[in-house]
């Protein structure tokens, strides 16, 4: 079981950073894989990025490569997303979800899930 509250939410403008935080609670987080999805009003929930569970392996949506990065803290038992360079097109509730065994750009595969952060970018 692993509980997930993700924060670091906020209101930017154009071209700011953020970053998103994810507290894991659980013994066994070291064995998830973790991802990051956000769903904007009126639209589905879409993959952002992934981490597998020893971090060695990343993956990320074409609409964020090179400008986010996800990354995690076994040890503290968090994960993390920076936002760089911020579009008006970013805001969206983010969610932070845990799965076991490797990363997956599929939301279904993922079993546990956070209750989401706004994250709203002005222009």
């Known amino acids: 079981q692993v509980q997930l509250v993700e924060s670091g939410g906020g209101l930017v403008q154009a071209g700011d950073s953020l970053r998103l935080s994810c507290a894991a609670s659980?013994?066994?987080?070291?064995?998830?894989?973790m991802g990051w999805f956000r769903q904007a009003p009126g639209k589905e929930r879409v993959f952002v990025a992934a981490i597998n569970w020893t971090g060695g392996s990343t993956y990320y949506a074409d609409s964020v490569k090179g400008r986010f990065t996800i990354s995690r803290d076994n040890a503290k038992n968090w994960v993390y997303l920076q936002m760089n360079s911020l579009k008006p097109e970013d805001t969206a509730v983010y969610y932070c979800?845990?799965?076991?065994?490797?990363?997956?750009?599929?939301?279904?595969?993922?079993?546990?899930w956070g209750q989401g952060t706004q994250v709203t970018v002005s222009s």
């Open positions: 659980g013994r066994t987080f070291s064995t998830y894989a």
């Open positions: 979800a845990a799965r076991r065994s490797l990363g997956s750009t599929d939301s279904a595969e993922y079993n546990y």
